[in-house]
């Protein structure tokens, strides 16, 4: 059973990723594949991005204070 939450988690595309990070696609294809980057969100198979939540849990957890 699905449970809908009160506020929505948004999808944060790669392209948003890319210019959020300054990372290159090729590197954050690296970090998918490594299993570095935030859990992606797919349908049918195909990756849609990243929750926003999981993105500012992963950048806090990666970048210096």
Do not use: M
Not at 17 to 24: H, N, P, V, W, Y
Not at 47 to 63: C, H, M, P, V
């Amino acid at each position: 059973e699905h449970k809908q939450n009160s506020t929505i988690d948004r999808v944060i595309s790669r392209a948003e990723f890319a210019e959020l990070t300054g990372l290159s696609r090729t590197s954050i294809w690296r970090l998918i594949n490594s299993g570095d980057a935030p859990k992606v969100v797919k349908i049918n198979g195909r990756i849609l991005g990243f929750r926003a939540s999981s993105f500012y849990e992963w950048l806090d957890k990666n970048t210096n204070a």
